[in-house]
């Protein structure tokens, strides 16, 4: 019996995996795993590759047993086979264990690299590695030699969103970048004065596009056209792109909720009976820094 003091506790739901979603164009990608680590995320792509190889090779080999016109030729492949299979198979039970999927699950899906997170390198040069570090806040390890070249970390591009706009965007500035090229080519060859009065024209236009687009990626990411630039990857999600018997179904579950939803917020609501009960003061919670 539950008395006035007492509160019921809240019953919730069974609680399933969480699925997450990433929108690819009119696709959509599942997440498999998320790898938060450059040389996780080496070791990954070399083992699934080496082991997806040798998956694809033992689904050749069956056919080709399938294909067998003797029965010499048919059992010497399935020997063959077998040993192959044994050998997959125990790689796999380990590659399950550090990545939590077996490689047959997703060998006939289609599978792409999802990048999350990035960090900007620029490669300068020695004099300009003198000057950052005679900068006031700077730090040691934002300058790293590799290769023998000079690379000074500008900035870390976090969020798929962020990513992707980085990316979009400096498409656009070398787009620019090569526009400005070829007109500045097309006005030196130029003989007519109309010609060139109308490439002159398109050069000053595409050349405040240019530099307007540089100043904002400048100040914003630290990246300019004026400079190579290496990027390190320093988060990737792994995903297979659903089929469209799946993105329908995924359609149809959201469609589902949102009438679900607006059916709860049109219910007429019932006034709750009104009691006195202790006032406390509100405390201000600070989240740890």
């Known amino acids: ?5 007492e509160t019921p506790a809240t019953a919730e739901a069974p609680k399933g995996p969480v699925i997450e979603l990433i929108p690819l164009g009119n696709n959509l990608g599942r997440v498999v795993l998320t790898i938060a680590n450059p040389v996780s995320l080496a070791r990954f792509q070399q083992e699934y590759g080496t082991l997806l190889q040798q998956f694809q090779r033992i689904q ?7 294909s067998a016109l003797t029965t010499v030729e048919r059992e010497a492949l399935a020997k063959v086979g077998e040993s192959e299979v044994k050998d997959f198979n125990e790689k796999d039970a380990v590659f399950a264990k550090v990545w939590n999927f077996n490689v047959p699950v997703l060998a006939n899906r289609q599978t792409t690299f999802i990048n999350t997170a990035l960090r900007l390198f620029a490669v300068v040069s020695d004099e300009e590695a003198g000057k950052a570090r005679a900068a006031k806040d700077f730090k040691e390890e934002q300058l790293v030699k590799r290769d023998g070249k000079n690379l000074l970390h500008t900035a870390d591009i976090r969020g798929f969103e962020f990513v992707v706009q980085f990316d ?3 498409k656009v500035l070398q787009a620019r970048r090569d526009a400005f090229v070829q007109l500045t080519q097309l006005l030196a ?24 687009g540089n100043e904002e990626m400048a100040k914003s990411v630290g990246y300019s056209i004026t400079h190579n630039y290496e990027v390190e990857v320093l988060e990737s999600k792994f995903v297979f792109l659903l089929n469209q018997e799946e993105v329908n179904q995924v359609s149809s579950l959201f469609a589902n909720a949102q009438q679900q939803q607006a059916a709860g917020a049109d219910a007429p609501k019932a006034d709750a009976p009104k009691a006195d009960a202790p006032k406390a003061e509100a405390k201000k919670v600070e989240a740890k820094k």
Request: net charge positive.
């Open 1 to 5: 019996m539950t008395t006035a003091a």
């Open 60 to 66: 050749q080999l069956q056919a080709r047993i399938q």
């Open 168 to 170: 979009q965007f400096a």
């Open 189 to 212: 060859n130029a003989k007519d004065e109309e010609q060139k009065k109308n490439i002159q024209k398109q050069l000053d236009e595409t050349r405040g596009l240019l530099e307007k």
